[in-house]
């Protein structure tokens, strides 16, 4: 495999797991483009709080089976960051899962052997588009600055992919469109699909594959540390805090702020509430201002000032009060819908097409796991692509979908029980 590794490798999907594959290839010698449909400044204001490790140890032991560390987001910046920016808070590492009573006091403290680093995705994708391409025009990350023998790289964003023909021997014509609709190709040795649960390049490839609504959704948002009271923060901690009730559960932990700042007092307080609704309700509270209905998510800004003040009202009633606190004084709140989808396969094509990442199979957000999923791919093909190659495709193939199958079912086992279930913590 060594010997015949793609020049032009194609990426769709610019987001976290599309650079975690970038980086590897680029730094291998081949010359990358990435096909992104979100403009950069859209993309990277996703204002979402995100784990770099996986935080259930059902997660972490099936990362740890495949002859990793447990860690592979950890592992991915060890070998492959060259800024040196600090991309997580790791306050929260030596401390606990907390769980609240609905009295707002402390239930249980339980220490975990979980790394428990906590980042935003704006840092991890500042840190990431410095590694790859240098940045963007507001990007806050220094570049890191080429190497002798790292490929080109281009990053091509507000431009969506729309398919791939095969030309025969090793190319294919991967086409694509800018935003005013222009039709643009581009010939390439090797297309990877790092786009999403709702993946193009998945869905031409096998296209009976489904993302499936799991019955409820994630508000999710943050507010500045120095806004939150003494009394909340001092609860709150440097732990990941949980407060569960029946029906579901709302997390919090703290993340870095403005510029990926890890001041304190400067730092977000991110919350994640995930709370069960019926279709004719996920309708309404994803239907915008302009009347018009998303499908899976809701962006910052977008969501309707009656559906906000209705989550309120709900939040005043059944939240634990330091929750309640935070979720009253979330200024952005965006809403995402909890989806599942897994696929049987991630190479196509005679091994010129590959999928990665969320495409592969989008985890529950409960496991964590998603994020270090990427990283993981993005590491096996390394050992694939590498100039003495330690791993075939086809073995990097059964590591995917196998680890994807296992971790899905512990997401939505777990997502099931919290949600629909009799959680132990529940009030
Ligand atoms: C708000 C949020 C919070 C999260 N929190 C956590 C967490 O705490 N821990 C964790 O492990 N994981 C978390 N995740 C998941 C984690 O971010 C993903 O698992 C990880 O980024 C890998 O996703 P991905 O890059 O494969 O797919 P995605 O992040 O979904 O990116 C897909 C990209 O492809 C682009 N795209 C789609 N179709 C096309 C097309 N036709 N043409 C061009 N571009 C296209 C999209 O615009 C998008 O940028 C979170 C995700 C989000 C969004």
């Keep these: 495999m060594g010997e015949q590794t793609p020049k032009q490798v194609v990426i769709v999907g610019g987001s976290l797991g599309g650079l975690f594959i970038g980086i590897v290839f680029t730094r291998l010698g081949h010359n990358v483009t990435i096909l992104e449909r979100t403009s950069a400044d859209v993309l990277r204001d996703q204002g979402a709080g995100i784990s770099v490790s996986p935080c259930l140890t059902a997660i972490y032991e099936s990362i740890k089976a495949l002859g990793t560390s447990g860690a592979p987001v950890i592992d991915f910046f060890t070998e492959y960051d060259r800024t040196g920016f600090p991309y997580y808070d790791g306050r929260c590492k030596d401390k606990s899962f907390r769980f609240l ?52 790289t281009r990053y091509l964003d507000g431009v969506r992919f729309t398919g791939v023909r095969d030309l025969g021997d090793d190319l294919i014509r991967i086409e694509y469109e800018g935003l005013d609709g222009e039709k643009k190709t581009l010939d390439a040795n090797l297309l990877i699909g790092a786009d999403g649960p709702s993946s193009t390049v998945r869905k031409l490839m096998l296209p009976k594959s489904e993302r499936k609504w799991a ?72 239907t915008d ?61 005679g091994g010129k097409v590959l999928i990665v990442g969320d495409a592969v199979a989008g985890l529950r ?40 199958t296992t971790a899905s079912k512990i997401g939505v086992d777990f997502g099931t029980l919290s949600q629909f279930g009799d959680h132990p913590q529940a009030e």
């Design 101 to 152: 009573k609905r009295d707002g006091s402390v239930k249980q403290d339980l220490k975990t052997p979980l790394l428990l680093g906590t980042c935003s995705w704006d840092l991890l994708y500042n840190v990431l588009r410095a590694n790859f391409d240098g940045g963007y025009e507001m990007g806050y990350v220094p570049a890191a600055g080429k190497r002798e023998g790292d490929g080109e």
């Design 215 to 286: 019955g409820y959704v994630a508000w999710r948002g943050n507010v500045k540390e120095s806004e939150i009271s003494r009394e909340t923060l001092d609860i709150m901690g440097e732990n990941v805090t949980f407060f569960y009730l029946k029906g579901g559960h709302i997390l919090h932990y703290k993340i870095p702020g403005y510029h990926g700042t890890l001041k304190e007092g400067d730092r977000m307080c991110n919350i994640v509430w995930y709370h069960n609704v019926d279709e004719s309700g996920l309708q309404r509270i994803l």
């Design 289 to 349: 201002s302009c009347g018009q209905l998303h499908k899976f998510s809701l962006g910052a800004g977008m969501i309707r000032p009656q559906v906000r003040e209705e989550q309120r009202k709900i939040s005043e009633a059944i939240l634990t009060k330091p929750m309640n606190e935070i979720f009253q004084k979330m200024e952005q709140p965006f809403i995402q819908a909890v989806t599942d989808n897994l696929t049987t396969k991630a190479v196509f094509m």
């Design 365 to 404: 957000p409960h496991t964590t796991g998603g994020l270090s999923q990427g990283a993981m791919h993005a590491l096996f093909l390394k050992s694939v692509f590498e100039k003495d190659a330690t791993m075939s495709l086809e073995e990097w193939e059964r590591r995917v979908i196998g680890f994807a």
